[in-house]
């Protein structure tokens, strides 16, 4: 059954296919942090739908809301106008994450996706400050329509595109170049210098941990100052919280402890709660000048989505749910450190926080091998950045105690058979 799946799949299915080439089997059942496929065989999912499944597969709560709701002939669609279940999310997204943060912002519904929060973001950003260009950094991911694309990184995302990609410039993010150089200096004089061939910009864009440019996280006081600088220029400054965001770094953005309000941000993957799409763009209100269905689409909005969204912020109630997120985040980070310690004949580092954590492997393709390793232990795990060179712990921030040493466990043996077959041992004797 498999193999005709699969062999289905090749013959219809577009070659832009990615993630089925990483993990080659037949899903058919997910709940919690566990999947299965058609043969019964049984995964530990440390990929969480690259970060849109972070409460895991099927919450019990959100299912039942959600079944309960469509049994009910609650409304599915409905493109901006009002519905009991938008109304719902919006008081209670307010009442929950805005308010005790002291954010004031007001909440956009761009299309579903992250692309589409962040197309809205430069577009505003743009109409605000009547500026053409936008600042992004290096190894920065954005999302695949042209504006989001325009600010990733990527090369071979880029040469997707098919036209050149226009009215951006891209600076060093932190540590880019070297732990010396202080790229915010560097960015500072392209702004002050009217040599600089640099015009200022509409918005600088950022991700305060990338996500899939290799899980670098930004110092706290690298995000400040740029907070500063933006101030200082009047600059608008969007922090893409698309991957990073609803818990995954540890509080619900991951902005938070690096102590800044952003102009705007953008919210998708895991706002659903449960996998469905849903994305928000958050505006500081005096920029929220777009005139009515200047930016419109059909699919803003999603009500299923809104049901599950609402109570998926139930967890962000109790204020244990952070603090268990933090505790387990320190495990992973001891975990990877033992790893890095046990095994230097991969080359480890550490890289991010929270639960958006990896190793950075200087051992080329190291990790995709591990990742490789791991699926077919029973263990889905994403490679990120340029050269796959780091593999990518990204559990259900809900996981419990047993799911994480499941996983830690399957990444400590592929770790241990990936040396053994790339013969890694010998080299670190012979060197
Ligand atoms: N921004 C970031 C930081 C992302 O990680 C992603 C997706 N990986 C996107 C934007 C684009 O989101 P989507 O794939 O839903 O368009």
């Given amino acids: 059954m498999t193999n005709n799946g699969l062999k289905i799949i090749e013959e219809l299915e577009s070659c832009v296919r990615s993630y089925v080439r990483s993990f080659p089997t037949v899903f058919t059942k997910a709940r919690g942090y ?51 279940a938008k109304v719902n999310f919006l ?44 600042i992004s950094f290096t190894n920065g991911f954005h999302g695949m329509t042209i504006g989001a694309l325009s600010v990733t990184g990527n090369s071979m995302k880029r040469s997707g595109a098919g036209i050149p990609l226009q009215n951006t410039v891209t600076m060093p993010y ?23 061939g640099v015009s200022i910009p509409a918005a600088i864009i950022l991700e305060t941990v990338q996500g899939e440019g290799g ?35 540890g509080t619900f953005f991951s902005f938070e402890p690096a102590g800044i309000k952003p102009d705007i941000v953008c919210l998708s993957k895991s706002i ?18 777009f005139k009515p269905g200047e930016h419109n689409g059909t699919f803003r909005g999603n009500n299923h989505a809104f049901i599950t969204a609402t109570e998926a912020l139930t967890y962000w109630e109790d204020p244990a749910f952070e603090k268990s997120i933090q505790k387990k985040s320190d495990q992973i980070t001891t975990f990877l450190d033992k790893m890095i310690k046990e095994n230097p004949e991969m080359k480890g580092h550490l890289k991010g926080r929270g639960f958006m954590q990896g190793i950075s492997s200087d051992v080329d393709g190291f990790s995709e091998k591990v990742a490789e390793e791991a699926f077919r232990r029973g263990l889905i795990m994403e490679t990120a950045g340029g050269h796959d060179q780091v593999f990518k712990l990204f559990p259900p921030i809900n996981i419990d105690e047993e799911g994480l040493e499941r996983g830690f466990e399957i990444i400590e043996q592929s770790i241990k058979e990936t040396v053994k077959t790339m013969n890694l041992e010998k080299d670190t004797v012979a060197n």
């Fill in 272 to 289: 659903g709660g449960y996998g469905l799409p849903l994305a928000l763009t958050l505006i500081r209100p005096e920029l929220d000048s």
């Fill in 91 to 134: 008081e209670k997204f307010n009442d929950v994450i805005l308010k005790p943060r002291d954010l004031d912002y007001r909440i956009m519904f761009p299309g579903p996706t992250g692309t589409n929060t962040v197309e809205s973001a430069l577009k505003l950003a743009r109409k605000v400050t009547g500026r053409t260009d936008i």
């Fill in 34 to 84: 566990k999947m299965w496929d058609e043969q019964g065989k049984e995964y530990v999912d440390f990929f969480s739908g690259a970060g849109a499944l972070n409460y895991g597969h099927n919450e019990p709560n959100m299912k039942k809301k959600l079944v309960e709701y469509i049994l009910d002939d609650g409304i599915t669609h409905s493109l901006d106008m009002a519905t009991e």
């Fill in 174 to 196: 932190d540590n880019f170049v070297s732990e010396d150089l202080d790229t915010l200096e560097y960015l500072e004089r392209f702004l002050e210098d009217n040599g600089s």
């Fill in 215 to 249: 899980i670098n996280a930004a110092r706290f006081e690298w995000i400040k100052r740029v907070d500063d600088i933006c101030k200082r220029w009047g600059i608008m400054l969007i922090i893409d919280d698309v991957q990073a965001g609803v818990g995954r770094t």
